[in-house]
């Protein structure tokens, strides 16, 4: 028999679903101060569990999470998952071992963690307040909330009768900052209320309504950006930062945070959302100090706290327009449209941008079902539909996994015939258990469209020239890095494909008195890059945040014989 928390009433909470033959109980007991936000159910078999995730699913419920004894009576725990994820693939699924099997059913249970065949191992608890197991059920509850639930508290509303590109852009850099907004309709009864405070005849939309219940039409993202965050211009012009950063992806926002720790005055710029290529993540498996993974989101929203913490200032939907190098003795310019600012020395931490296609058809079609980059918000517009992932990368890879919760199925074409010269091994591994994702290689996309929105695209085989039409509800299109320097003086040198040239790769002709710039410094003394904007660096997180916490040191060195405050 199933037992359950709750009454028999059906309710619109998620559902918590723990399986065990003898511990059902006690878990239920634990899991207690759950019971509040989510229906807690417990189940004492895998057929039990079966009948309460088809009772879900039938009744349109959503299941956060399944948790599950490491051995169960009638059938493979791992077994009863792969069934579960066949009605709910959005539930998180979690082993937590009984203290007397936890060491003898590691060892043959992990290897299919790192396949995502479930998604934690854990010891279950032993006793009251035990928070180390709690600590990494929210973890787990907080994640499969900000990728697959709607927001219960709205920190922002957003008002729009349709999502189209514009609603979708400003949608997806809620999500990327972590912001919980949701779309109402201007009929609705809170549509109604926020157009009324806002006291327009035929106001353009979207409209975005605060937290603090002031209104605004919202003609693009920086509108956005400007009230969360301000204006560059709002620095006092007489000041003149120790540090200023252009981009706050990984590399950007472990400065950010090194440079605000040391007692330096940082402000950091950044043209879209926190967090870079990066943030788009829906799940980083292999950062070190995080052995459940991390949403690219979360790890920069805690960066960004973090040098907030130390007194950096941070300025979003800015783009940096140019660069004006400064004289001996002066501070170089950093310039944007929202104002310029000052600062002795500049970290160049703009990251890159993924390949357009070039295909006018399906470029037109941009926020209608053709994305660049991972577009979290997109992905649950993908439910039911067959979606296609063009790329080779890690990104590419996550995004295929993540968009695989929603779609019906998942395509991730490559040009190479396989996966293996690009991508991890945890993703292929991840990719090769997923059924509703697969891969093909020789592939390229050569053309598309659909009235609106994207409704088809033209496969071309490189190998043989043979061409296929096939029907399409999503496009991802993660192409690789391209760097976007225009902005950027003459005087900092690049390679042939834009990145910019530090160290040891600067011409010796750029050099001085005979000797190369320091590892991450540029040609103009007091200018440094580091991250996937300079040629030659690791294009990963990792690689990406240790470049970024390295050149603070170069930076103090530079600083050491001027002034501290002007």
């Not at 010891?123 to 928070?131: F, I, N, S, V, Y």
């Not at 109604?192 to 209104?215: H, M, N, Q, S, Y």
């Amino acid at each position: 028999m199933v037992s359950t928390s709750s009454t028999e009433a059906v309710d619109d909470r998620p559902a918590i679903l723990l399986a065990s033959e003898e511990n059902a109980d006690y878990l239920l007991d634990e899991f207690g101060r759950y019971a509040r936000d989510y229906d807690v159910r417990a189940a004492r078999s895998a057929a039990e569990a079966k009948a309460v995730v088809k009772s879900l699913f039938l009744e349109g419920r959503q299941l956060a999470l399944a948790v599950s004894e490491s051995v169960l009576p009638d059938d493979d725990v791992l077994a009863m998952f792969q069934r579960m994820r066949t009605y709910i693939p959005t539930a998180r699924r979690v082993i937590a071992a009984h203290w007397s099997r936890f060491r003898i059913d590691a060892e043959p249970l992990r290897p299919a963690l790192a396949k995502g065949k479930y998604d934690a191992y854990l010891l279950m608890p032993r006793g009251a307040r035990d928070e180390e197991f709690h600590t990494a059920i929210c973890e787990i509850l907080s994640d499969w909330g900000s990728t697959v639930a709607a927001p219960v508290v709205e920190t922002l509303r957003i008002v729009s009768p349709a999502n189209d590109a514009p609603t979708l852009a400003v949608r997806d850099f809620l999500d990327r900052i972590g912001v919980p907004a949701l779309v109402h309709d201007p009929d609705s009864e809170v549509g109604r209320a926020v157009l009324a405070r806002l006291g327009k005849d035929t106001p353009r939309f979207p409209v975005v309504e605060r937290w603090d219940g002031e209104p605004y039409e919202a003609a693009s993202v920086r509108d956005v950006a400007v009230s969360i965050y301000g204006r560059p211009d709002q620095i006092d012009v007489d000041e003149v930062a120790d540090l200023v950063i252009v981009g706050a992806g990984p590399a950007g926002l472990a400065a950010s945070v090194y440079g605000a720790s040391e007692g330096l005055a940082t402000v950091t710029i950044e043209s879209e959302a926190i967090g870079g290529q990066a943030g788009t993540s829906s799940m980083i498996r292999n950062y070190l100090g995080f052995p459940r993974g991390i949403s690219g989101m979360r790890l920069a929203q805690r960066a960004r706290n973090q040098a907030i913490r130390f007194g950096t200032q941070f300025f979003t939907g800015w783009p940096a327009l140019r660069l004006e190098v400064g004289g001996l003795g002066e501070p170089h310019v950093v310039c944007t449209e929202g104002g310029d600012v000052r600062a002795r020395s500049v970290v160049i931490a703009s990251g890159v941008t993924y390949r357009r296609l070039g295909i006018e058809a399906i470029d037109g079609l941009v926020g209608s079902g053709v994305n660049y980059g991972a577009a979290m918000t997109a992905a649950r517009e993908m439910e039911g539909l067959d979606v296609y992932v063009v790329g080779g990368g890690n990104s590419a890879g996550q995004a295929a996994i993540h968009l695989s919760r929603f779609a019906r199925s998942v395509t991730i074409l490559v040009r190479r015939p396989d996966l293996a010269a690009t991508m991890s091994s945890y993703l292929i591994g991840e990719i090769e258990f997923n059924p509703r994702v697969s891969v093909e290689g020789c592939r390229c996309v050569v053309d598309g469209g659909g009235e609106g929105r994207l409704e088809w695209i033209e496969v071309e085989d490189t190998t043989t020239g043979r061409r296929e039409r096939r029907q399409a509800g999503g496009l991802f299109l993660l192409l690789g890095a391209v760097a976007h320097c225009d902005w950027l003086p003459a005087q900092v040198a690049r390679d042939p494909n834009g990145f910019v040239l530090t160290g040891r790769d600067v011409p010796s002709s750029a050099w001085r008195d005979g000797l190369p710039p320091e590892n991450l410094q540029t040609t103009v003394p007091g200018i440094y890059a580091v991250g996937d904007i300079r040629s030659g660096s690791m294009k990963r997180v990792a690689s990406a945040s240790g470049e970024g916490s390295s050149v603070v040191a170069l930076v103090h060195a530079w600083l050491e014989p001027m002034p501290t405050h002007v």
